[in-house]
């Protein structure tokens, strides 16, 4: 049984592509068939974060319009067994993106793969749409601040009236809270949101908290998903998130600062 | 509290985190009733004038329309100027007045 999942947020920045490469290769990882849709026609990103963009040849767009088959058009990742990646086109507009040709490429994955993860475009417009249009379960990644909260809660409404399960009447799309760039630090000050205020206004189901980390810049740096990074807590978290996502009890360990030693705690504010 | 914090000038501001709380609580409650409805504010006020137009006469331009959605009351203002007559219209209607008047 394959699952759609899309990944989502309104906002953009807040890192939509940072989750779909990590959360894709950990579920491949896990021995699932997993590919993963880049949807942001004209600003295609996803494939410069997996570290495939010397080797795309063809692009979503180009299998649509049928001038290559969707074999030609999947990148299949070197360092992870179990893992594709579909780029998006860099030259064509969001309208060469079509809901038939959406729906035919998604069709044809399903049959071959266990889950198909989309990297939606920010805003709310043709090409996000599309990219929860079929989707069997949203992860819907959010920053602790006002502006994103804000956007996922309108994601949240279009996911809920939009999606083809909406308008179809079927059970409705199965909704996961992915909060990134979490500082507990700031959190204890008193100068970011909290984790259980975000869940509370949102009201959907935690699925991780990503500490902000400096090893997600070095990581897209470098073209490597982040939780491959050895000794990432941004990537201990994701691992843990796909753990959790596939049905194990982790605990969320990052809610709180991490242990710091006596010199950070001397010249970081440990209060 | 560390020592670097000592010689922070604002060290004593005020945490900001639970006023991001209370306004995305607030503005999420109202965005959530009219999530799908479109914005209704401009054609409230284009029917709105016409009503009033058909009594008295209205410059268009001169009708503020404002909504303040707050945590207990919310409250739509409207704010219509009428214009003031010119000397020949307050001639014209004295002159009716007093015929009405007998």
């Known amino acids: ?271 | 509290m560390s020592l670097l914090d000592l010689f922070r000038a604002n060290k004593r501001a005020k945490p900001t985190a639970e006023a991001a709380r209370d306004r995305l609580q607030i503005v999420l409650a109202h965005e959530r009733i009219s999530r799908d409805g479109d914005d209704f504010l401009p054609r409230l006020q284009k029917e709105l004038m016409e009503v009033i137009a058909r009594y008295v006469a209205v410059d268009q331009k001169k009708a503020v329309v404002k909504l303040d959605r707050g945590d207990d009351v919310s409250t739509l203002e409207i704010e219509i100027e009428l214009p003031t007559p010119t000397a020949g219209e307050r001639r014209t209607e004295r002159v009716q007045q007093a015929a009405s008047n007998g």
């Open chain 1, 1 to 271: 049984m394959s699952e759609v999942i899309v990944v989502t947020s309104g906002k953009g920045g807040v890192g939509k592509t940072t989750t779909s490469a990590a959360f894709a290769t950990g579920l491949a990882m896990r021995g699932y068939k997993t590919v993963v849709v880049d949807f942001d026609v004209g600003l295609r990103n996803l494939d410069l974060i997996m570290g495939c963009e010397r080797r795309v040849v063809f692009d979503i767009i180009n299998v649509i319009q049928g001038e290559a088959n969707l074999k030609q058009a999947l990148i299949k990742d070197k360092r992870v067994e179990n893992l594709w990646i579909l780029p998006a086109s860099q030259t064509r507009d969001k309208d060469a993106l079509t809901k038939e040709g959406v729906e035919a490429i998604l069709a044809e994955l399903r049959k071959t793969h266990d889950y198909i993860v989309c990297d939606s475009p920010a805003g709310i417009e043709r090409g996000a749409h599309l990219a929860l249009y079929f989707a069997d379960q949203a992860i819907v990644v959010t920053n602790p601040e006002v502006s994103s909260v804000r956007d996922s809660d309108r994601i949240l409404g279009v996911l809920a009236s939009r999606s083809q399960r909406a308008e179809e009447g079927r059970d409705p799309v199965k909704e996961h809270l992915m909060l990134t760039r979490y500082d507990a630090a700031r959190v204890e000050r008193g100068e970011m949101l909290k984790v259980d205020d975000v869940q509370d206004i949102l009201a959907i189901p935690l699925l991780g908290i990503i500490p902000e980390s400096q090893s997600v810049l070095n990581a897209s740096n470098q073209g490597v998903p982040v939780i491959l990074e050895d000794g990432s807590s941004a990537g201990r978290a994701y691992a843990d998130a796909v753990g959790r996502f596939v049905g194990e009890d982790i605990p969320h360990r990052f809610a709180v600062p991490e242990k710091k030693g006596l010199f950070s705690r001397l010249f970081r504010g440990a209060a």
